[in-house]
C-alpha cells in the first residue's frame, strides 16, 4: 500500500508538462472532531493519489485545512468522494481565481497537531462557536460603518502586498502571535465595536472570531471564503472591489492579483514591486520581494553572500549545507537583516 510519493517534485512538473491537462487549484477547511487523524490521512493520500490530487492537506484532531490541484476532468469524482464523507459534505471549495498547472508538485498530507497552530491551551474554548459569516455585500457594508474595526489575520509578509482599505494590519509573523496582540489592542470595544475580520480563505477567521467570542467580544464577524470568494463575489455582482493590491497564495504563485495597486517595494532596491520570491541559494530560501531588475543583478538571490554559495558547483553547496538543519531561522519571511528596504 503506497502512502508517500514516489516522483520527485521535478519529475512530476514534467509529466504535467507533458499531459498538458487543464488542473483546478482550490482550497477548502473544516473544524470537526476526527478520532484518528492518522486513519483518515492514508485514507485521504490513497484516494486522492489515483484521482492525481496534488497538494498541501493538514490532518488534526480538530479537522482538515486543504490546499490543492486537482486534474479539470477529476472533479466532479474529486466532490463526491468529499460528500461521501459526512463532516465535509457541501463543504466550500475556494477555487482560485487565477490557475497554474504546476501550483502543485507533490501530494502531501500531514498529521498535525492543530491545522491552525494558535498556542492555546484552554478546554472551554470551543472553535465551533464562531463569528458571523458575511458576503461580499455585506462585508462591503460593515466597512462603511464608523463603529466597524477591521482587522487583516494574516501574517506581515501576506498583509504588506495587499489587503483591504483601513484595516489593521498587526506586525506578526504567525497567526498565534496575533491573537494576544490583537486583543489587548481592543478591548476597549468589546460592546461597542464590530469586529470585522478575514483573511486568505477563511480558516484562521473560523478560529479567531471563536476565539474573541470566548474572550467576551460581542458583535464579531468574519469574511466567509476569505479574500478569495470575496474577489468571485465582488467580480459576478460587480460589487466595489475594497482590496488593494494582491493576495498572498500558500502554493508556488505566492499571489493572485486583485487590484492593479501595487503597495509594497522591492526589498533591495525600493521600488514598487509586489512579487514574492525564495532566494536561489537553498541553504537560505528566504521568502523575500524582489524586482525583475534585482533579481537579474543577484541572480535571485537575497545578498552577495548567498549570490556567492549560489553560483558555486551543486555538490560544494551541498556539502556546504550537511549537517545544517533548515529551521524556522533559515526560513525567515522578509526580516532578513540583508534586506535594505525590508518592512
Known amino acids: 500500500m503506497q502512502l508517500y510519493n514516489k516522483l520527485s517534485a521535478k519529475e512530476r512538473a514534467a509529466l504535467l508538462e507533458e499531459a498538458g491537462e487543464d488542473r483546478l487549484t482550490l482550497s477548502f477547511y473544516q473544524y470537526a472532531k476526527i478520532g484518528n487523524p492518522e486513519l483518515f490521512r492514508n485514507h485521504l493520500f490513497l484516494a486522492w493519489d489515483e484521482m492525481e490530487v496534488l497538494g498541501r492537506i493538514y490532518v488534526a484532531h480538530e479537522g482538515i485545512n ?43 498530507v500531514k498529521v498535525r497537531d492543530k491545522i491552525v497552530a494558535d498556542g492555546l491551551n484552554d478546554d472551554t474554548f470551543d472553535v465551533r462557536n464562531k463569528g458571523v459569516h458575511v458576503d461580499a455585500q455585506k462585508f462591503n457594508e460593515l466597512l462603511d460603518d464608523p463603529n466597524t474595526v477591521l482587522v487583516d489575520m494574516r501574517n506581515h509578509y501576506e498583509s504588506e502586498i495587499g489587503h483591504f482599505k483601513g484595516a489593521i494590519t498587526p506586525d506578526v509573523d504567525t497567526f498565534r502571535d496575533s491573537l494576544p496582540i490583537i486583543e489587548e489592542d481592543l478591548k476597549e470595544h468589546k460592546e461597542d465595536k464590530n469586529l ?39 467580480e459576478n455582482l460587480k460589487l466595489e472591489n475594497k482590496f488593494l493590491g494582491k493576495n498572498f497564495v500558500f502554493d508556488h504563485r505566492r499571489g493572485e492579483r486583485i487590484s492593479e495597486d501595487v503597495i509594497s517595494n522591492c526589498h533591495q532596491c525600493g521600488k514598487p514591486c509586489d512579487t514574492h520570491v525564495n532566494c536561489a541559494n537553498e541553504a537560505c530560501h528566504l521568502l523575500f520581494i524582489q524586482c525583475e531588475e534585482c533579481a537579474e ?7 552577495d553572500k548567498c549570490q556567492e554559495i549560489a553560483a558555486l558547483p551543486y555538490e560544494e553547496q551541498k556539502a556546504l549545507r550537511k549537517g545544517k538543519g533548515n529551521s524556522n531561522q533559515i526560513f525567515k519571511k522578509g526580516r532578513s537583516e540583508v534586506l535594505t528596504y525590508k518592512r
Open 66 to 108: 486543504a490546499q490543492l490541484s486537482v486534474p479539470a476532468a477529476n472533479f466532479e469524482t474529486f466532490k463526491n468522494f468529499l460528500d461521501g464523507i459526512y463532516f465535509l459534505k457541501d463543504v466550500r471549495l475556494n477555487i482560485a481565481i487565477e490557475h497554474d498547472l504546476k501550483s502543485f508538485l507533490k501530494l502531501k
Open 196 to 234: 470585522v475580520m478575514y483573511c486568505t480563505g477563511g480558516i484562521r477567521c473560523e478560529k479567531a472570531s471563536a476565539y474573541y467570542k470566548h474572550k467576551g467580544f460581542k458583535n464579531v464577524f468574519q469574511l466567509e471564503g476569505g479574500i478569495i470568494e470575496y474577489t468571485r463575489q465582488v
Open 297 to 303: 543583478k543577484m541572480n535571485n538571490c537575497c545578498s
